[in-house]
């Protein structure tokens, strides 16, 4: 267990160290506060409209998910935090396990007796906790007017628990990515692939009128806009962490064939 901590210590050390982390960050958090204000501002100006709807929606449905994900609704910014994660993940994992493998200092992992189980482990759950970080900065900003406004905090943490399955799960494909190559960028891609492909596998399925089926619960976009709709199912939590399981696993056998053939 120390020595799992030890691979997590120096990858989040790494991880805080690294430019490129800190101006993801910036980056993205400058375009989430943008569009927060801009969903806010649209929310306070239809106030009157929807003062006369007896059920319309409230800052929950118009500012908070939204915020989280543009999947549901048609908002004036496209990217929402889980359309951002599409693109920052693959960016984060990238040399997680391909970068020490093209510098060599995998075989050094190796040699000091760390099983690849806890070399793979240390840097999921570093790369975790970033994610966590840049989640709960996000949440942040709705809940900084939540005296001054109505939020469904179920509906919320619903959606909330829907972003950090996705960011867990994303996590989890980047890192076995990064395990089958030497490449950073190769890995980058690969992971950016997949990610897309689970949110899109069931598109053809929904232009064709079909809602449900194998297909769509393929679909990483179908479990995630359950939970941003406030439905939290075992189902969906279960694929959740069905995948995340998967990818660990398939990550941690690439490092053991590697250890074998020496």
């Known amino acids: 267990m120390s020595s799992m901590f030890e691979v997590f210590r120096l990858e989040l050390r790494r991880l805080f160290v690294r430019?490129?982390?800190w101006v993801l960050a910036a980056l993205t958090l400058t375009e989430l506060a943008w569009r927060f204000i801009l969903l806010l501002g649209n929310f306070l100006g239809n106030q009157i409209k929807l003062a006369a709807l007896p059920d319309g929606p409230g800052y929950t449905d118009l500012v908070g998910v939204p915020l989280l994900s543009s999947?549901?609704?048609?908002?004036?910014l496209p990217f929402g935090l889980t359309e951002l994660a599409l693109l920052i993940?693959?960016?984060?994992?990238?040399s997680s396990l391909a970068g020490d493998r093209a510098n060599g200092t995998l075989p050094l992992l190796y040699a000091s007796g760390l099983a690849p189980s806890k070399i793979v482990l240390g840097k999921y759950f570093a790369m975790l906790i970033w994610l966590l970080l840049w989640l709960a900065l996000v949440l942040a900003m709705p809940l900084s007017l939540i005296h001054g406004t109505h939020l469904d905090w179920g509906k919320f943490a619903a959606a909330a628990l829907g972003l950090l399955l996705t960011l867990a799960t994303l996590g989890a494909i980047g890192i076995a990515c990064s395990a089958f190559t030497s490449l950073p960028a190769i890995a980058a891609t690969a992971t950016l692939m997949l990610g897309l492909a689970l949110f899109t596998v069931n598109l053809g399925a929904q232009m064709a009128g079909l809602n449900s089926g194998i297909i769509n619960w393929l679909a990483m976009s179908t479990h995630e806009q359950n939970l941003l709709r406030g439905l939290v199912s075992t189902t969906d939590i279960v694929w959740f962490v069905l995948l995340i399981a998967v990818c660990l696993a398939l990550?941690?056998?690439r490092l053991a064939a590697d250890r074998e053939r020496g």
Request: aromatic share 0%.
């Open 71 to 76: 999947t549901l609704t048609i908002s004036i």
């Open 251 to 253: 990550a941690t056998r």
């Open 19 to 21: 430019p490129l982390a």
């Open 89 to 94: 993940v693959p960016l984060l994992t990238m």
